[in-house]
């Protein structure tokens, strides 16, 4: 399930808790803090996202848990893989997607 406040900025993802790995929760969240600041919300929904997002399982993130890639077009988080799934990879790169179509990016 996802809850989203646009005015206040604030996206709240419930995740069922046998999936998601508590340890993510702190970098997950400064991953998400970041890309807010990037986007600005409109008011309707557009047609095209701001930013596609994609999240996948990966071996090789050194001591990290998760890093993510910006670029104009996307976000592409990487996350240890011993901490999610395929399906709740797939799960939040669907949600993020569909969350930034509420967006446009800032100009810097």
Sequence with gaps: ???LTLAGHLIVA???EMQF???LKLPMDEISTTALNL???VGETRPVPALRVRVRRSGELGHELAVAE???GGITIGV???LMSEDLATFLSDAGTMISRDYIRRTP
Aim: proline content about 17%; charged content about 20%; glycine content about 0%.
């Design 39 to 41: 986007l600005q919300p």
């Design 70 to 72: 910006f670029s104009p």
């Design 21 to 23: 790995d508590p340890a």
């Design 80 to 82: 240890d893989k011993t």
């Design 1 to 3: 399930m996802i809850n």
């Design 14 to 16: 419930y995740v069922d």
